[in-house]
T-cell receptor, first 112, second 111 residues
Framework: DQQVKQNSPSLSVQEGRISILNCDYT??????FLWYKKYPAEGPTFLIS?????DKNEDGRFTVFLNKSAKHLSLHIVPSQPGDSAVYFC???????????FGKGTKLSVKP | DAGVIQSPRHEVTEMGQEVTLRCKPI?????LFWYRQTMMRGLELLIY????????DSGMPEDRFSAKMPNASFSTLKIQPSEPRDSAVYFC?????????FGSGTRLTVV
């Protein structure tokens, strides 16, 4: 059973608009949530994270929102740029170290 | 810092052959992880080490898979014998706190 779910396999957005990527989880014991970005033929790279004690974390154009009661988090990218086109993975972990559990990813396409 | 280094980048082998994937983690990182990426299952954890000791290998699919970490700067993932369903991209990652650094992966094709 998947503990971290990304129900949208793909998303297409116009350049300059907002991209919203969603993620749901089932385990209320997760302490940290992370987003990774992956380009073809490369490994995933860390993008942004949020602790379970917070509900928002912002870094430049990227903001992650956490709704613990709904077991839902989202990544907002504003404004979206063509270089943001990649696969985005949501991940969760218990404690500050240990194994990350990943969703299956959402492929974002930002069109000029 | 060269990051996490994986070799080879691509591997094509015949069914039944032994395959060894290699990983050099970032110096000072005390956790090392092996992941496999497939279309069907996404990124799934196979095994991870802490201070060179295997902590959780429950993700290793079968006895045909084995992993070792003889020292802090090197790990291997071995498949013997390999099967076509093992075809995937295998990632190694290392970590010392929240957030991992991934290698570029090894694309394995078993024909």
């Amino acid at each position: 059973d998947q503990q971290v779910k990304q129900n949208s396999p793909s998303l297409s957005v116009q350049e300059g608009r907002i991209s919203i990527l969603n993620c749901d989880y089932t385990n209320s014991m997760f302490d940290y949530f992370l987003w990774y970005k992956k380009y073809p033929a490369e490994g995933p790279t860390f993008l942004i994270s949020i602790s379970s004690i917070k509900d928002k974390n912002e870094d430049g154009r990227f903001t992650v929102f956490l709704n613990k009661s709904a077991k839902h988090l989202s990544l907002h990218i504003v404004p979206s740029q063509p270089g943001d086109s990649a696969v985005y993975f949501c991940a969760a972990m218990k404690g500050s170290q240990g194994n990350l559990i990943f969703g299956k990813g959402t492929k974002l396409s930002v069109k000029p | 810092d060269a990051g996490v280094i994986q070799s080879p980048r691509h591997e094509v082998t015949e069914m039944g052959q032994e395959v060894t994937l290699r990983c050099k983690p970032i110096s000072g990182h005390d956790y090392l992880f092996w992941y496999r990426q497939t279309m069907m299952r996404g990124l799934e954890l196979l095994i991870y080490f802490n201070n060179n000791v295997p902590i959780d290998d429950s993700g290793m699919p079968e006895d045909r898979f084995s992993a070792k970490m003889p020292n802090a700067s090197f790990s291997t993932l071995k498949i013997q014998p390999s099967e076509p369903r093992d075809s995937a991209v295998y990632f190694c990652a290392s970590s010392s706190r929240v957030g991992y650094t991934f290698g570029s992966g090894t694309r394995l094709t078993v024909v």
